[in-house]
């Protein structure tokens, strides 16, 4: 039994007996005196088991067990480390083994379920063939404990979860499966929590920092979500409205919690003045060709400020030496580079992008990272936030671009440093019109691509209305569908020299 359900059997008898001793003695004020002293010391009783709590012995997670062949491993963010397992078949079985170290007396599985018209799934869970939890219906969507008594020696154990639902419409979901020792007195926890700075424009971004102790898990609410570790950092990203962000720690004796506020203040945007604009051009290539012609062109073009880096979609995990020198060689001219990294629509695992990442930097020492085929919908959002703080924490002032290719959700500028706002033809551009919130921001926030501009001329009406359209990054291309952006347009000098001349002085 738990310290809270033994204070509560406790507090049951004490009342019963409170109540016997107050109908008899009530006329005596000595005996009133024996009832101030009973609740007295009921007082240090219920302080004591408040600090009196067991310890953990050993926590298995789902993921590493055995799983039968319908269930799956899924990526959940309010999980610990990040994921769970599915059942989705009746009769179906986790199965494993653990070490103790030392006695446990109690249990706790992790676990949520969904519903049908038919209801929920239920758990069954056995330890060494002994049933420790008996068809229990998981009737959440949320992470719930379902608690168990059991009495362990300091040994290896078998243990097997079971999905003993006779339902086929609905999912049990498992995170950790946490073991217990005797009750020990732990101490009250508590957390720092503070964001810095707490005041910023728009666009600006701000850092949540926090420790707690005497907590086993912390999770994020309000402005942000999912599980956090107990002490660490967090960059908000770029944001465009005032933000809070609350923290909720738990512990064997107790949860603590505390929010802060971000207040973002808006940027004013001078009005009347040109937008200084950057050349930003996608280099796609093949590692294995020469890559001369590449830096030769770069090198003879004044005001490229930036390069898509994109040889084969990716960086390989092996250096390419011509490839590498090419980079080295436009570093020096001072054009800035991303790294290309596919997320097709949001559906790349976050661990396999942060690889990509990783080998752009070991392998080339790109920190810049081009995100394509990023997803439109407000759902993805979370996902591109959590790579762009990823980029920012492994290198400072590294930056991120969106490459959405339509004007997203407005949400989206707190997912990445640079959005794409257009990706597409010149005939389309022309009857493309941008929502006002988009003025409230930096021009340099803006890339638009616009290729199939077939002259100088047209290319020149583009740059003027990116600038219009409260766009730094561009660039402009005659050439057209599957090979765009392989080759240079023919009129790529004149284009340099009009992106350099559509700046205020």
């Given at each position: 039994?738990?310290?809270?359900?033994?204070?509560?059997?406790?507090?049951?008898?004490?009342?019963?007996?409170?109540?016997?001793?107050k109908?008899?003695?009530?006329?005596?004020?000595?005996?009133?005196?024996l009832?101030?002293?009973?609740?007295?010391?009921?007082?240090?009783?219920?302080?004591?088991?408040?600090?009196?709590s067991p310890?953990?012995?050993?926590?298995?997670?789902?993921?590493?067990?055995?799983?039968?062949?319908?269930?799956?491993?899924?990526?959940?963010?309010?999980?610990?480390?990040?994921?769970?397992?599915?059942?989705?078949?009746?009769?179906?079985?986790?199965?494993?083994?653990?070490?103790?170290?030392?006695?446990?007396?109690?249990?706790?599985?992790?676990?949520?379920?969904s519903?049908?018209?038919?209801?929920?799934?239920?758990?069954?869970?056995?330890?060494?063939?002994?049933?420790?939890?008996?068809?229990?219906?998981?009737?959440?969507?949320?992470?719930?404990?379902?608690?168990?008594?059991?009495?362990?020696?300091?040994?290896?154990?078998?243990?097997?979860?079971?999905?003993?639902?006779?339902?086929?419409?609905?999912?049990?979901?498992?995170?950790?499966?946490?073991?217990?020792?005797?009750?020990?007195?732990?101490?009250?926890p508590?957390?720092?929590?503070?964001?810095?700075?707490?005041?910023?424009t728009?666009?600006?971004?701000?850092?949540?920092?926090?420790?707690?102790?005497?907590?086993?898990?912390?999770?994020?609410?309000?402005?942000?979500?999912?599980?956090?570790?107990?002490?660490?950092?967090?960059?908000?990203?770029?944001l465009?409205?005032?933000?809070?962000?609350?923290?909720?720690?738990?512990?064997?004796?107790?949860?603590?919690?505390?929010?802060?506020?971000?207040?973002?203040t808006?940027?004013?945007?001078a009005?009347?003045?040109?937008t200084?604009?950057t050349l930003?051009?996608?280099?796609?290539?093949?590692?294995?060709?020469?890559?001369?012609?590449?830096?030769?062109?770069?090198?003879?073009?004044?005001?490229?400020?930036?390069?898509i880096?994109?040889?084969?979609?990716r960086?390989?995990?092996?250096?390419?030496?011509?490839?590498?020198?090419?980079?080295?060689?436009?570093?020096?001219?001072?054009?800035?580079?991303?790294?290309?990294?596919?997320?097709?629509?949001?559906?790349?695992?976050?661990?396999?992008?942060?690889?990509?990442?990783?080998?752009?930097?070991?392998?080339?020492?790109?920190t810049?990272?081009?995100?394509?085929?990023?997803?439109?919908?407000?759902?993805?959002?979370?996902?591109?936030?959590?790579?762009?703080n990823?980029?920012?924490?492994?290198?400072?002032?590294?930056?991120?671009?969106l490459?959405i290719?339509?004007?997203?959700?407005?949400?989206?500028?707190?997912?990445?440093?640079?959005?794409?706002?257009?990706?597409?033809?010149?005939?389309?551009?022309?009857?493309?019109?941008?929502p006002?919130?988009?003025?409230?921001?930096?021009?340099?926030?803006?890339?638009?691509?616009?290729y199939?501009?077939?002259?100088?001329?047209?290319?020149?009406?583009?740059?003027?209305?990116?600038?219009?359209?409260?766009?730094?990054?561009?660039?402009?291309?005659?050439?057209?569908?599957?090979?765009l952006?392989?080759?240079?347009?023919?009129?790529?000098?004149?284009?340099?020299?009009?992106?350099?001349?559509?700046?205020?002085q």
């Amino acid at each position: 039994m738990f310290p809270n359900e033994i204070l509560k059997d406790d507090l049951n008898k004490e009342t019963v007996k409170n109540k016997s001793i107050k109908n008899k003695l009530f006329s005596s004020w000595w005996k009133i005196g024996l009832i101030i002293l009973v609740v007295a010391a009921l007082g240090g009783y219920v302080y004591f088991a408040y600090l009196t709590s067991p310890s953990v012995i050993a926590t298995i997670q789902a993921e590493s067990m055995i799983l039968p062949a319908s269930a799956s491993v899924i990526n959940n963010s309010t999980a610990s480390g990040g994921k769970a397992v599915k059942l989705t078949t009746p009769g179906t079985s986790l199965t494993g083994t653990f070490n103790l170290p030392s006695k446990a007396t109690s249990m706790i599985v992790i676990a949520h379920g969904s519903n049908c018209s038919q209801g929920w799934p239920a758990l069954t869970v056995n330890i060494d063939n002994l049933r420790v939890i008996n068809n229990i219906s998981v009737n959440s969507n949320n992470w719930q404990n379902y608690i168990a008594n059991v009495s362990l020696a300091s040994s290896s154990h078998t243990l097997k979860l079971t999905d003993t639902s006779k339902l086929t419409c609905r999912s049990l979901y498992i995170d950790d499966i946490v073991l217990y020792g005797p009750s020990t007195i732990t101490p009250k926890p508590t957390i720092s929590f503070s964001a810095t700075p707490v005041s910023i424009t728009t666009g600006a971004s701000s850092v949540l920092t926090w420790n707690s102790t005497n907590v086993s898990s912390c999770t994020a609410s309000g402005d942000w979500v999912g599980k956090e570790p107990v002490t660490g950092s967090y960059s908000t990203g770029a944001l465009n409205s005032t933000q809070k962000y609350s923290l909720d720690c738990n512990g064997i004796s107790g949860n603590v919690a505390q929010t802060v506020t971000v207040t973002v203040t808006p940027t004013v945007i001078a009005t009347g003045n040109p937008t200084c604009q950057t050349l930003a051009i996608p280099m796609f290539i093949n590692q294995g060709a020469s890559n001369n012609t590449w830096y030769d062109a770069i090198t003879s073009i004044l005001g490229v400020g930036v390069i898509i880096a994109n040889p084969s979609n990716r960086p390989g995990t092996a250096v390419n030496n011509a490839f590498l020198t090419t980079l080295e060689n436009i570093k020096t001219v001072g054009t800035s580079i991303y790294g290309y990294v596919d997320t097709a629509n949001a559906t790349v695992s976050i661990a396999n992008v942060e690889a990509t990442i990783n080998n752009w930097k070991s392998l080339y020492g790109v920190t810049n990272i081009f995100f394509d085929n990023v997803s439109t919908g407000v759902a993805g959002e979370p996902y591109y936030q959590t790579l762009t703080n990823y980029v920012h924490q492994q290198t400072a002032n590294s930056e991120t671009i969106l490459n959405i290719g339509t004007v997203p959700d407005q949400s989206y500028m707190n997912a990445g440093d640079i959005i794409v706002t257009f990706e597409g033809d010149y005939a389309t551009y022309q009857n493309t019109t941008f929502p006002a919130w988009v003025y409230k921001y930096s021009a340099s926030r803006f890339y638009n691509i616009v290729y199939n501009v077939p002259n100088q001329g047209f290319m020149t009406d583009v740059l003027n209305q990116a600038e219009t359209n409260n766009v730094s990054y561009v660039y402009v291309t005659n050439t057209i569908k599957p090979n765009l952006f392989n080759s240079f347009p023919s009129y790529i000098s004149s284009e340099a020299k009009a992106v350099q001349a559509n700046c205020s002085q």
